[in-house]
């Protein structure tokens, strides 16, 4: 984005949506970026508007009244909350994608979709899981994202519409909690550590997952949007990598911090079943060759942040 942009967040009052608001508002100007939401709590310093995004006409006059020329599309449920009410999760997830692809296509908009490791599925290799690979997710969630991927790459290839995204690894971040997900522990264990000194994970000891902190997820986010379009093969689905750990392991480097901390194990075999489908780490190598991705924190640098920022 070398130019000066008009951006609208959907989605703005989530887990990412409410910390990107902010990172885009820093770097664009509190005006130049619209927050939306169909609910929660939306940063008042620049624009913003409630509505579901299921309205298309809604979302096509807010692009008009504003000017916008890009869309960072967050609005979607998430793994947990989309097998408890799967035919909502297709609803959201896709007709919100349509939608905004659809005035995205109307009104020249560039378009950031985050995918997720959810878009992979037991079939795919588990450990360093590639870029291009078998692609058949299990889970309600796993399937609108790679739906989404696909249509992103639909608009692009057709249409001629600016998209590129990213698959998410599980976000960990302190000042907003996170929304349903499957890798919701590793945000909830760092509260409960510095409050009660005890918490009751709902996936086993040993389940590895991919997870990133929340300043490379905006990096990533705002990096790739940044790229001039000649560099990027792909476009939608980039891996993006930065840690990988178990809840035994991220309790251990929670511990060096608080000693008396102590974890217990409640598992929740629906959640289970749906980390036991995604991958346990990722290979980003194309990222890092096509637009320079490059994460900055590791386990212990993350678990000492979260700690320091969750106490101040
Ligand atoms: P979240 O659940 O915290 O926030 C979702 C936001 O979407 C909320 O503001 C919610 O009110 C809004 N929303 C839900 N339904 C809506 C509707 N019908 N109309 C308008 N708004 C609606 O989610 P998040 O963690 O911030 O995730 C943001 C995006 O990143 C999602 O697309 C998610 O799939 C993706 N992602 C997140 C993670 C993660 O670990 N947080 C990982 C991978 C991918
Ligand atoms: C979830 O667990 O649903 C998200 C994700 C990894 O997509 N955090």
């Known amino acids: 984005m070398g130019k000066q942009r008009k951006i609208l967040v959907t989605g703005a009052a989530g887990q990412v949506g409410s ?3 902010r990172a885009l508002r820093e770097r664009y100007g509190n005006q130049n970026v619209v927050a939306t939401s169909d609910q929660g709590a939306l940063d008042h310093a620049g624009p913003w508007q409630y ?38 999760a297709w609803d959201v997830n896709m007709s919100g994608l349509l939608n905004v692809l659809e ?9 950031f979709f985050p995918s997720s490791i959810g878009a992979f599925g037991p079939l795919s290799p588990r450990r360093y899981t590639p870029q291009d690979t078998i ?15 696909l249509l992103c790459d639909y608009y692009h290839d057709h249409f001629g519409v600016d998209t590129r995204g990213v698959r998410y690894p599980g976000i960990i971040s302190w000042s907003h909690t996170p929304g349903g997900g499957t890798t919701d522990y590793a945000v909830e264990i760092f509260r409960a550590a510095l409050t009660t000194g ?26 790739l949007m940044e790229t001039p379009a000649g560099r990027l093969s792909h476009r939608n689905g980039f891996n993006v990598a930065a840690m990988s750990f178990t809840p035994r392991e991220l309790a251990a480097e929670i511990r060096k911090h608080i000693p008396h901390f102590t974890m217990g194990y409640a598992v ?37 942040d979260m700690l320091e920022k969750l106490s101040a």
């Open 19 to 21: 910390d990107l608001t």
């Open 51 to 88: 509505f579901d995004i299921r309205e298309r006409m809604v979302l096509d006059s807010i692009v008009e009244d504003h000017g916008v020329d890009t869309i960072f599309h967050l609005a979607a449920l998430l793994s947990a909350v989309a097998e408890k009410d799967p035919l909502k």
């Open 103 to 111: 005035v995205a296509r109307l009104r020249a908009c560039a378009v």
């Open 135 to 149: 692609q058949r997710p299990t889970s309600m969630y796993g399937i609108t994202k790679l739906a989404g991927e």
């Open 198 to 223: 005890r918490y009751e994970c709902f996936l086993k000891p040993g389940t590895a997952l991919p997870m990133m902190y929340m300043p490379d997820a905006l990096r990533a986010s705002i990096e």
């Open 268 to 304: 929740d075999p629906a959640r289970q079943a749906i980390a036991d489908s995604w991958p346990q780490s990722l290979d980003d190598s194309i990222a890092r060759q096509e637009w320079g991705w490059k994460h900055e924190f590791d386990l212990t640098m993350m678990v000492k």
